[in-house]
């Protein structure tokens, strides 16, 4: 805190202790030739040392107002009215280069990706006191010290050393920390945490959400923490505030929020997370993967994979990143043979490497990928997409492929208006539904899944899911159904696979996996996953030092 | 062994390979040029008999694989052979060996490729960065227009284009670069400044344009965004986090047009008379001095290939994923 070296701030309303105040904030995006507004009249009052909480779908203008708050817009967005109080100064009416002297060393920005976000041409030393050298606040000497102390009290591994690595040498975990190791080492006020562990497995995360929320409140800094994960929200934040479509819903501290949210919009954000399929056990196996050993080069991959997936039900396969799931999917889909192991589908097996594969064999798996957007081919029509698979393995035109692309349309809650237009022109979900109805066009006895899911917002998410079930029922399809996300293996499931560095740690139906006796990492896995409750990340640290 | 000491001799091993299979690929198109050495020498009045023993002695006669083999094994050993110029059917021999016509002249190419690309390549870097970094303003459109302007000339036309403003009208420069081995250096560098002039306004303009391109492309970066984010200026943008990751676009568009200015220059040495291997390649040519041709050849191919085998070793060392691997 930096009250004392501020002597002229003029408080804009006479509280001592705010920060920031925002006010009457109107932002503008720039697409399709015109303006179109993105933040439509928001106010945001920060107290010092207070954690604010922003949620809302994708869209609904949550990373704007973040950085807004710093006085920032991105390329192609203006601000149209407001004022962003700062500790007494309007950040709107400073010229750039007076805002530069306050990024980085009174605010600081804590991204998305850290991967994507540190710069792979600088060790991370070098980048971590970037904002304290450049304003010279103490000899780099100095801070370089002080980041190790700070890589220490984030609980990186080897603190003294780590900050000579480069970005691309140290996991994403670790990355995110030393990204809030970066926003802290200048000792700002204001720390803006925008989705900081959206990319993260669900076992990192808890560790890296402990040390955020230590840090922040060991040094007393104000923030601002962006999410769409209410649980991850209700751990970090004082306050909440919930947005839609660039207007404020509602606002209230996270105990009340929590308990009793007055919108029903907000009650809807609470409730998609109730959803829950009843598991049914199946006797007769469609796809097998027997005794699965597979490497990518010399590097092995998966040792000694065994999985069953009973017809007409969905087995999930959980697990963090690294742990083998989609190598799994590839080896079933022929993309990577495997060194040793067969891959059985109705007992029989399936010649390993996709080019020996007969058209059949290809029609009765499909997938669908994690990123519509990079799965579909952006220069074809919705009518083309969903046309191929129909003309390719039924060898149907003409006016009955039409028939076929209208019924598919409808089975998965589209119309025909949809026929002429370009994945660019369709939102994350409409674009899910389209890989859907591509995979269905095949008639395919199994559907391989791969975190189809988790780049949705979470009510898109549960009409997705609620599709995927109802077509499961109407035609009997398997699901493989890769996640990392428990919420959606307990919405989608009839059994649950966890795997762990390659091998499975154990399969059963959903009730018997779920429930202790868990073997360790399962036991590591369920507990590290965020609850609604503001204690749990508390209570949990507490039960993991004992 | 460090693995990038490892990458770096593969890619070596690879040059050579090219190599070979470019030595092969001259050889073979040179014995498809049209027309008989020995006739074009003796002349239409020869006798058949005088022909052959004529191409005997040149050994014109062996099978050309067995020629090419020779050949090659010969340029192993650093023999690039004689030139088959200065014979006649008098019988008399003042041919000169192929390593004596062309080193004098390659040397002054490499002098005049090597004088430009001091001015232009740091030239283009600064112009590139400097255009990006005041993009979109009038100063980087008129850097785009000025260098378009000169690219879309014809190399001889910007050459006469310049002899007749700073040779004819004002007379600062000679229009004619000869240069001989006693010359000093600092009048070869006055002899040399209209070609050197007009080779940089034509290299200079790819260069700063896929600089400004490979800089600006990496402003769309999620770390450019956290660059600003922590109060870095445009200029530190630019220089401290843009410039590092584009070494590798900037040294293959280098290479490219260092290349160009050893292998590429024949018009731009007709034009101002310099006596450079470019124009010894084309008079060869003419007169089908089949080892000459094919050592110029030669040579201009391992220009290509070591110039890009230095870019690609500069993209690795300035990559820190494949400098410091995990």
Redesign the interface.
């Known amino acids: 805190m930096s009250i004392d070296n501020e002597p002229n701030v003029a408080q804009s309303d006479g509280s001592q202790n705010t920060l920031l105040d925002m006010r009457n904030i109107h932002i503008e995006g720039f697409s399709d030739e015109q303006w179109h507004p993105i933040i439509k009249g928001v106010d945001l009052a920060l107290e010092r040392g207070q954690i604010m909480g922003l949620i809302g779908e994708s869209g609904a203008g949550k990373s704007t107002l973040g950085?807004a708050a710093?006085g920032?817009v991105?390329a192609g967005c203006r601000f149209t009215q407001g004022e962003v109080n700062f500790d007494g100064t309007d950040l709107l009416k400073l010229k750039d280069?007076q805002k530069?002297?306050?990024?980085?060393?009174r605010i600081?920005?804590v991204?998305q990706?850290a991967a994507?976000?540190?710069?792979?041409?600088?060790r991370l030393i070098d980048q971590t006191i970037?904002?304290a050298s450049?304003?010279q606040l103490r000899p780099d000497a100095e801070s370089r010290r002080d980041a190790v102390g700070l890589f220490e009290s984030l609980h990186l591994p080897d603190p003294a050393n780590i900050g000579q690595?480069?970005p691309?040498?140290v996991s994403g975990g670790q990355l995110q920390r030393v990204m809030t190791a970066?926003a802290m080492s200048a000792r700002p006020d204001l720390i803006i945490f925008d989705e900081p562990t959206t990319a993260l497995d669900v076992t990192t995360q808890v560790e890296v959400l402990a040390s955020m929320r230590e840090i922040v409140e060991q040094h007393n800094a104000a923030a601002i923490y962006i999410t769409h994960d209410l649980a991850v929200v209700a751990q970090m934040a004082d306050i909440i505030k919930v947005l839609r479509f660039g207007e404020e819903v509602e606002q209230s501290e996270t105990r009340t929020m929590l308990s009793s949210p007055k919108q029903a919009y907000t009650r809807s954000l609470w409730s998609v997370r109730s959803l829950e399929k009843p598991e049914e056990k199946g006797e007769d196996i469609v796809l097998s993967m027997q005794n699965i050993h597979a490497a990518y080069g010399r590097v092995q991959v998966l040792h000694g994979v065994t999985i069953n997936l009973p017809r007409g039900k969905t087995v999930a396969i959980v697990g963090e990143s690294g742990s083998g799931k989609s190598t799994a999917a590839r080896v079933i889909t022929g993309l990577l043979p495997p060194g040793k192991g067969d891959v059985l589908f109705n007992g029989e097996a399936l010649p390993a490497d996709l080019k020996d594969r007969k058209p059949e064999h290809l029609r009765q798996i499909q997938m669908i990928y994690q990123m519509a957007d990079t799965a579909m081919n952006p220069r074809q029509t919705v009518e083309q997409i969903i046309g191929r698979p129909i003309e390719l393995y039924h060898d149907i035109s003409g006016a009955k492929k039409a028939e076929r692309i209208a019924e598919l349309l409808n089975m998965i809650e589209l119309d025909e208006s949809f026929l002429d237009r370009l994945p660019a022109e369709l939102s994350g979900g409409q674009k899910q539904r389209i890989c859907i109805a591509r995979a269905l066009a095949a008639n395919p006895d199994v559907i391989i899944c791969d975190e189809v899911t988790s780049a949705l917002d979470q009510i898109v998410q549960e009409g997705i899911l609620k599709l995927l079930l109802r077509l499961q029922q109407e035609f009997g399809i398997s699901y493989l159904f890769i996640t990392h996300d428990i919420a959606t293996v307990k919405a989608i499931s009839d059994e649950i696979v966890v795997m762990y560095q390659g091998e499975v740690v154990e399969q059963g139906l959903k009730s018997e996996i779920l429930n202790p006796p868990h073997p360790e990492y399962t036991e590591l896995l369920l507990s590290s996953v965020p609850e609604m409750d503001p204690d749990w990340l508390t209570e949990l640290l507490g039960s993991r030092t004992n | 062994m460090h693995p990038i000491f490892i990458t770096i001799i593969k890619r070596l091993a690879l040059g050579l390979v090219t190599l070979f299979v470019v030595s092969a690929i001259i050889f073979s198109s040179v014995t498809l040029l049209p027309g008989d050495f020995g006739e074009a020498v003796l002349g239409q009045a020869a006798t058949e008999e005088t022909v052959a023993a004529f191409r005997e002695e040149l050994g014109l006669d062996k099978p050309a694989v067995l020629r090419y083999f020779e050949w090659a094994g010969a340029v192993l050993k650093g023999d690039l052979g004689t030139s088959f110029s200065g014979r006649s059917a008098s019988g008399v021999d003042r041919s000169r060996s192929v390593a004596e016509m062309i080193w004098p002249r390659l040397k002054n190419t490499l002098f005049l490729a090597g004088v430009t690309a001091l001015i232009a390549v740091p030239l283009a870097i600064i112009l590139g960065l400097s255009a990006a970094l005041y993009r979109n303003t009038w100063y980087d459109r008129s850097i785009n227009a000025t260098t378009l302007t000169t690219i879309s000339m014809p190399e001889f036309f910007v050459a006469y284009v310049l002899i007749l403003l700073l040779s004819s009208l004002w007379k600062a420069f000679p229009s004619l670069a000869t240069v001989d081995p006693g010359m000093l250096l600092g009048e070869r560098l006055y002899r040399i400044a209209l070609p050197a002039f007009t080779l940089t306004l034509i290299i200079v303009a790819h260069m700063m344009r896929m600089t400004r391109a490979a800089i600006i492309n990496l402003l769309a970066s999620p770390y450019i965004e956290m660059a600003r984010l922590k109060g870095a200026s445009r200029s530190e943008i630019i220089l401290k986090h843009a410039l590092p990751n584009a070494w590798a676009p900037i040294a293959t568009v280098v290479a490219f047009n260092l290349a160009y200015l050893v292998v590429g220059v024949v018009v731009v040495e007709v034009v101002f008379v310099y006596p450079g291997v470019g124009q010894l390649m084309v008079d060869s040519v003419t007169s089908r001095d089949i080892p000459v041709v094919q050592a110029c050849a030669l040579i201009f191919a391992g220009t290509y290939i070591i110039l890009n085998l230095i870019a690609d070793v500069i993209g690795i060392v300035t990559n820190p994923r494949l400098l410091h691997p995990r």
């Open positions: 950085l710093m920032f991105r280069a530069r002297t306050l990024w980085g060393t600081a920005y991204a990706s994507a976000a540190f710069n792979p041409a600088h970037e904002s450049r304003s690595r480069y691309h040498q970066m």
